[in-house]
């Protein structure tokens, strides 16, 4: 059965009317809409986004590296790590007391590990026996056995504790 | 093709690349709503108003756009709204429209039909009928969309939308014989 359909001979059926735009434009019209529009809502542009990307990792990379660099000037690890090491090392029998001899010998090991951090060359020149004729020296008066005695005794023994 | 296109647009955008989503969107979209404009209000200078404040609207609605509608139908609502904002404010389209002024006949022609006369007959058939109407008849004849994606569009059912697009085209039919 047909259907009926009141427009079926229709320009809109039978596109007899081409479906196109006649309205005049000014030339250009839509490019320059687009860039006013996107300098109007501030686009960010994609190029700026990754030139500002690529300053950013550069800039905390520096700045890691300078806090490395930093690190390494201002505290010697080696020297942590030694002291850690001897003290996990230290033999305590009673917790409650550390020895002195023992905390000592350690202290004295671990400063054999101790690397100096500069070398100074220091050039001796030769000296003449008139040149240090020539030096004045200090006037020092003579301390005799007495002198001794005396300082000795006045010192106050008990200040010091072993 | 096109809701891809409208997928690619919402992704550009939510992903931050900015310039392609708004490229993408101007390619896509500023032509299709300048003639949906321009169908109703005739000049182009009001329709470049117009079609700026929608494209602002759009973009900045963009980051609340849900995905409720799809997002074609979401652009074709905001300029419809903007158009029928801004024909309520300014009366004055019911005057006089010089043809020469806003028209450019370029239709083809054959041994029957001369393009560049139909075409005219057919725009100045279009301004005879009211805004509404001439609305559904350019989003169905020149947009091709369905009833559905109309009616997402401007709010109306899809029974109000034929009923209004079969008037449309009898009135245009009716001026195109008898002129």
Redesign the interface.
Known sequence: METFN??KD???NNN???????????EG??DE??S???D??E????SD?SKNGVLRVLMINISIAAAVVLGVFLFNPEKGTKLSDQISKMEIEDPETIYVEDYLISMVSYTEDWQPLEYYEIELLPVSEEEVLEIEMPVVDEVTSGDLTDFFEEEDYDDYEL | MSEQVDDQILKYFRE?????A??LL?NTY??RI??QI??IL?S?EDT?DV??NT??KI??GLPAFKGDSKLFTWIFRIASNETFTFLEKNKKHSGHIDLD????????SSDH?D?SF???K??QALLQIPEKQRMVFHLK??E?LKYTEISEILGTSVGALKANY?LA??K??EF?KTD
């Open positions: 009141p427009h229709s320009f809109e007899s009317i081409p479906k196109q735009n006649n309205f005049k434009i000014p019209y839509f809409l687009a006013r529009l996107e109007q809502l686009i960010k542009k994609d986004k | 931050g690349n900015q310039q392609e708004f490229k101007m500023q032509q300048y003639w321009r169908r005739i182009h470049d079609l700026q494209l602002i973009w900045k002024e806003c028209y450019q006949f370029s239709g083809t039909i393009g139909i075409q005219q057919l725009e004849y020149y091709d079969h085209v009898k245009i039919e195109i």
